[in-house]
């Protein structure tokens, strides 16, 4: 009997196995349509404070929701404006660009053939191949036209969410029931994402401005561009920091001097210190419970499921994930695992 029962637990973790192999499958097969309307529902998350707030002060529900839409429209459109032509005028200037480069190239190869490492000279101008540059730009740009047709997808998901948000309350309550612990645990979860998305965007909003505070001063070209770049990788854990930076060092180092590069270097690195390690976690209290091995291995798994957007949602699809994971008796030791602090209690535990 005891034999028969082990089979059976064997047996069961494999079919739940299985089962979840075949749900990420899916998932995966499905990302170009889930990924847009996961990002439309995290927007609807931080747009519904705003709509709640002007229905309760007497604005007609659809006068409100037309609004909201009307500014994310306005928002979108005007950062793939901003991108687009500043991506045409890098192409335009790159020529240039290419010749100062060469010069650079030519010069250090020098140097470090002095140095004693032979080949430097001949070694550092196939670094970096102008046409391959030229068709990354075309493919970014070709990328911005085709991310406006996703936009518009978005938005219209964003406003259909909002339309209905008022009557999800309702059906998710009795579709899970009513327990004062499970509303606890999906408004608790719902705060966590809208705290965080909010805090995100004006933490990467004021990285753009600083960053492009800082390339004005310096006098580096197409610093708008720049800053529309950091404000969107800001979003991504960890990697964003550091492939905002790579392309303005390379421009101040070809446009200008190494020590202008150097100051560019050390503005983002400070801008990305200040805002990122010292604001953020000051205004996110403390901090949304997922551990920073956690965050790293869910930019890695949800960009890898999701493509693209899952890289951008990596964080607030894993604070769903962990509280799914945290609701169910069998799965709560995988919610321990995620979380930062495995000595605080769960959210079943504080209710």
């Keep these: 009997m005891t034999h028969l029962q082990g089979f059976s637990s064997i047996s069961q973790a494999l079919i739940v196995l299985a089962a979840i192999a075949i749900i990420l499958l899916f998932v995966k097969f499905a990302a170009p349509i889930l990924a847009p309307v996961l990002l439309a529902a995290f927007i609807a998350i931080v747009s519904l404070p705003p709509l709640r707030w002007m229905v309760q002060h007497g604005v007609p529900k659809w006068i409100a929701l037309a609004a909201i839409l009307f500014l994310l429209f306005d928002f979108g459109s005007i ?6 032509s500043g991506l045409e005028g890098f192409r335009e200037n790159l020529p240039g660009y290419q010749q100062r480069f060469e010069l650079l ?28 540059v030229v068709s990354f730009v075309r493919a970014m740009l070709a990328s911005v036209s085709n991310t406006l047709g996703v936009g518009l997808l978005v938005l219209l998901t964003v406003a259909f969410i909002l339309a209905e948000a008022s009557n999800f309350g309702p059906r998710i309550k009795k579709a899970f029931g009513g327990s004062e612990t499970f509303q606890f645990q999906f408004g608790r979860v719902l705060d966590s994402l809208s705290q965080y998305m909010l805090i995100k965007i004006v933490s990467s909003f004021a990285t753009g401005l600083v960053v ?4 004005w001063v310096l006098g580096i ?8 770049l950091a404000f969107v990788l800001n ?6 920091a550091i492939l905002m930076m790579i392309p303005p060092v390379l421009l101040a180092t070809v446009q200008a001097d190494l020590e202008t590069a150097l100051l560019v270097a050390v503005g983002f690195i400070a801008a990305n210190t200040i805002i990122g390690n010292v604001l953020e976690p000051r205004f996110m209290g403390e901090g949304l419970g997922i551990s ?3 965050v790293f291995l869910s930019l890695i798994f949800w960009g890898w499921l999701l493509g693209t957007i899952g890289v951008f949602l990596s964080v607030p699809l894993t604070i769903v994930l962990i509280a799914v994971l945290e609701a169910n008796e069998s799965t709560r030791p995988l919610a321990v695992l995620l979380s930062a602090d495995a000595d605080k209690n769960s959210l079943s535990d504080e209710t």
């Design 235 to 240: 979003f991504i854990p960890f990697v964003g």
């Design 105 to 132: 190239s030519e010069q250090l190869g020098n140097w470090l053939e002095a140095a004693g490492i032979e080949g430097s000279r001949a070694a550092l101008p196939d670094m970096v191949d102008a046409r391959k």
């Design 79 to 84: 950062l793939a404006l901003l991108m687009t």
């Design 212 to 215: 492009w505070i800082l390339l």
């Design 221 to 228: 070209d197409f610093a708008a561009l720049w800053a529309i």
């Design 292 to 294: 920073t091995l956690t």
